[in-house]
């Protein structure tokens, strides 16, 4: 990822170090929310307006929070040569979990250091670009994995879901959503499935993983529509789709949504499938919405290990003490790593 070109700063930079931290903690502490569906929104309007209908005068805002102002540009199509040479794709969010906005972790890579040390401090969200890997001269895109005919890559996904649907974890997992568990009751008016960091099913690196947690989710879909309560609607973001991806994706029922899109159709009637994602889903989930259920993985606050993406936070533990029970569920953890089912209380 490389960062949009930073434009203006609404208000003048405080003393970061003492002022900024201070503020976050305070916010924090507060209960204020660090990411809303309105700022998300802002920054697709912003980016529709500039991608969709051509005006590149605009910026794209998001503000801090100390309240200021920060103002992208966004660079598609800019060629960034140094070892290798990069052409930028479309904008996407690069999200700053708690711990990284008090300096407990690494800025992100794509903001580094900036982001951090200067103006964008006090952001909980910055804009930034996919890119693509090309050749110097001929401007061909090198891919980091070879992409595989789609007719190998379906009949894979298949097999898999296959698999999926004959393992313990696929029963487990529907007597949940079918109430059998007894312990628990997936709320009624459930209609959509929003699935996060699933990854490529195009990439050999990954696609056992990739295809299982996709075929999950179309269970997901197939338990919640037997319920008999009308179409269920499901969504996917991952910046690693391939074109292909979305073409077997859009087939089996999912509809792909480009960053951050997927996070606007969180809600109460959605189920939240994220997987090893590479952002922090749990702490944007936590601020933006009371999902019906979640299926996620459990790591706690002092438990960061690989999961270093999607810390979990005081806020994120606080919502699932609150208003979920976790439901033990027995699955195959090397595909679907340490993963619980939350479900919400009511
Ligand atoms: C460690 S991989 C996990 C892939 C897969 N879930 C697995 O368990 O093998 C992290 C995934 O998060 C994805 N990711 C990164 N940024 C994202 C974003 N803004 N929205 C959705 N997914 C994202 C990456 O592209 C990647 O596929």
Not at 53 to 78: C, Q
Not at 124 to 144: F, G, L, N, Q, W
Not at 214 to 234: I, T
């Amino acid at each position: 990822m490389f960062p949009a070109t930073f434009v203006s700063r609404s208000k003048m930079v405080d003393d970061i170090d003492g002022d900024c931290y201070t503020k976050i903690e305070k916010a924090y502490n507060a209960g204020m929310p660090f990411f809303t569906k309105a700022a998300i929104r802002e920054a697709v309007r912003a980016i529709d307006s500039i991608v969709l209908d051509g005006r590149s005068d605009e910026t794209v805002p998001i503000t801090g929070i100390d309240g200021a102002t920060v103002s992208f540009r966004l660079r598609m199509g800019e060629i960034i040569s140094g070892s290798s040479t990069f052409i930028l794709k479309q904008p996407l969010l690069c999200y700053h979990p708690i711990e990284m906005m008090m300096g407990l972790i690494e800025p992100c890579g794509a903001c580094s250091p900036s982001a951090h040390d200067h103006e964008c401090a006090c952001l909980p969200m910055a804009v930034c670009h996919e890119a693509d890997k090309i050749d110097r001269s001929t401007k061909e895109i090198i891919h980091y994995f070879p992409i595989s005919p789609k007719l190998k890559i379906q009949v894979e996904f298949l097999a898999y879901h296959d698999k999926w649907r004959a393992s313990e974890g696929f029963d487990g997992l529907k007597s949940i959503f079918e109430g059998q568990d007894g312990a628990v009751k997936v709320p009624h008016g459930v209609n959509k499935v929003v699935a996060f960091g699933l990854g490529s099913l195009a990439w050999w690196g990954q696609r056992e993983n990739s295809a299982s947690q996709h075929a999950l989710v179309l269970s997901v879909r197939d338990f919640l529509q037997a319920r008999g309560l009308g179409k269920v609607a499901c969504y996917a973001q991952d910046p690693d789709y391939q074109a292909v991806d979305k073409e077997i994706l859009n087939l089996s029922g999912i509809t792909v949504l480009d960053d951050p899109r997927a996070f606007l159709e969180v809600d109460e009637t959605s189920v939240v499938v994220s997987i090893h994602p590479g952002l922090p889903v749990r702490q944007v989930v936590a601020d933006i919405a009371r999902p019906a259920v979640m299926i996620w993985h459990r790591d706690t606050y002092k438990q960061l290990g690989p999961q270093k993406a999607d810390p979990t936070s005081p806020r994120v533990e606080q919502m699932l003490e609150k208003h979920y029970v976790e439901v033990e569920w027995d699955f195959d953890h090397k595909l679907f790593g340490d993963t619980a089912v939350y479900v919400r209380k009511i």
